[in-house]
Nanobody
């Protein structure tokens, strides 16, 4: 019924930039907090940034100043602008969202994950 689809990953040189997008689709009534997480090889998934429906943001301390999260509520889309990328930013980046949706019989809420998009920072 609801799915998140990420795009924008790829290979970039150190110091470069990428912009990730994540679009939610389906019988969506309301999207609350949206966010980005990442998982590097051999490591646990970690928070990158989150943004509420009113625009309040939260970042991992180590990423403040380089990454910016934003969202377009009309398009049910969240973005992650990543600047000054470093090799240690290499990871699979996952979109996450708390979504209230219509089931056909009523409303329900669920936390969703996207399929992930690979970001590789290398020269």
């Amino acid at each position: 019924q609801v799915q998140l689809v990420e795009s924008g990953g790829g290979l970039v040189q150190p110091g470069g930039s990428l912009r990730l997008s994540c679009a939610a689709s389906g019988s969506i009534f309301r999207i609350n907090t949206m966010g980005w997480y990442r998982q590097a090889p051999g490591k646990q998934r970690e928070l990158v940034a989150t943004i509420t429906s009113s625009g309040s943001t939260n970042y991992a301390d180590s990423l403040k100043g380089r990454f910016t999260i934003s969202r377009d509520n009309a398009k049910n889309t969240v973005y992650l602008q990543m600047n000054s990328l470093k090799p240690e930013d290499t990871a699979v980046y996952y979109c996450n969202a708390d979504i209230r949706f219509w089931t056909g019989d009523g409303f329900s809420s669920q936390n969703y994950w996207g399929q992930g998009t690979q970001v590789t920072v290398s020269s």
